[in-house]
């Protein structure tokens, strides 16, 4: 039961990462997704960075999002470009795009079109800012609907400086795992009252979710600072960050900091603590916190992180050095629990992808390969559609395929 979606098929008219995302997903759970990319292609194709150094190297933002999909090339501007969309639309069970509601009603891909030919179909709109409201045809990429809009941004940004950047693709790839699993919850609506849905998934309420708990606490507050906090002056001092004699960092998350304070000073060398009266529980660790502070860094100072992850073997709290992406890739949980399978590009170069975090039947879910090449499928699908050789030469002469 690895593949659980096995025998679904999607039809995506989606562009960039956000809602290809989605698709994504559920291709590497078995589902048969079909990318309606214009004769162009997906401008993500296009889009390339810094973080593609090696020329050798896959682009993340094409095979992150598209990974394990077949794509089909037309061009709906032209007037039978929606022909050949409906005619896939009749036997599929997921629509999924990205547009926005001015371009889905010119294009006639919009919900009343699609369930014109299928009336099962359930019909998800990913959205910048929500599917209701004056900017219902405004678009909205990740770092402004989502991490400027929902306090991220701000919280991130320390008072008299610029703000700090969101890592790519953030929240678009939060948001494309919550509308694969809105897609599964409507899959079993379906099959348990024969009702289909329209779904609708926004980047800025993605973005508040993930910051609820200040977003609901902020009318209680005083005032809204985004001053970082104090390390000196943490709550608890074992839920903190202490740096390494080498220059590293790790965090320490020992919430029941009096259960685990006597096995930490022995971990760490320094036994003398364990009873020492300004830290002998919770309660004065936290009066004398900055005190605590200073006597850990001094500790963690003695040795390098390596000396660190050696030492805190066996250690029955919850512990994590700070490491780069590099170091990702080396972590020992990955290759037991398949993490990071490996994938061959059309140009024969491997490289790895992040798997979906849930396994089924303790078995790892991978993608079924790379992200499709422009128009790689097109014959095949139409065929499957019900087209014909003869039909098919047609839209070609015609200009409606790519």
């Known amino acids: 039961m690895s593949k659980p979606l096995a025998g679904v098929r999607v039809l995506e008219i989606a562009a960039w990462t956000f809602v290809p995302a989605a698709g994504a997903i559920m291709a590497d759970l078995g589902a048969e997704v079909i990318k309606v990319e214009p004769p162009e292609g997906d401008p993500q194709r ?105 306090g991220l941004g701000y919280k991130f940004t320390l008072p008299g400086k610029p703000p700090l950047g969101q890592p790519a693709a953030f929240f678009d790839l939060a948001g494309g795992n919550t509308i694969a699993g809105a897609i599964s919850t409507a899959l079993f609506h379906r099959l348990n009252t024969g009702e289909s849905s329209i779904v609708d998934v926004s980047l800025m309420n993605v973005g508040m979710w993930q910051l609820a708990p200040d977003i609901v606490m902020a009318p209680f507050a005083k005032e809204q600072s985004n001053a970082q906090p104090d390390r000196f002056e943490p709550g608890n001092p074992l839920t903190n960050t202490y740096p390494t004699k080498d220059g590293r960092w790790l965090t320490l998350v020992l919430l029941q900091a009096d259960r685990f304070w006597a096995e930490l000073c022995k971990v760490i060398g320094r036994e003398n603590l364990i009873d020492d009266e300004r830290f002998k529980d919770a309660a004065v660790r936290y009066q004398n916190r900055r005190a605590c502070v200073e006597a850990l860094d001094e500790a963690f100072t003695s040795a390098t992180l390596a000396e660190w992850q050696k030492r805190f073997e066996g250690f029955s709290g919850v512990w994590a050095p700070y490491i780069n992406f590099a170091e990702v890739h080396q972590h020992p949980q990955i290759e037991p629990n398949g993490f990071l399978p490996e994938v061959e590009g059309h140009d024969g170069n491997k490289f790895r992808l992040v798997a979906p975090p849930a396994h089924f039947n303790e078995v790892p879910t991978a993608p079924a390969g790379p992200a499709p090449e422009i128009g790689q499928h097109t014959e095949e699908i139409l065929l499957d559609s019900g087209l014909d050789w003869d039909q098919i030469g047609a839209y070609r002469e015609s200009g409606v395929l790519g």
């Open 46 to 150: 296009a889009l390339r960075n810094l973080l593609n150094l090696d020329k050798n190297g896959p682009n993340p933002f094409l095979e992150i999002p598209n990974r394990g999909k077949k794509s089909i090339t037309v061009d709906l501007q032209h007037p039978k470009g929606r022909d050949v969309v409906l005619d896939i639309a009749r036997n599929s069970d997921v629509f999924l795009t990205s547009y926005l509601p001015k371009v889905r009603t010119k294009m006639g891909i919009d919900v009343k079109d699609i369930r014109g030919v299928n009336e099962n179909i359930i019909y998800v709109r990913g959205t910048g800012w929500g599917s209701q409201g004056p900017y219902v045809n405004v678009g909205g990429y990740d770092a402004a609907a989502a991490y400027a809009t929902s």
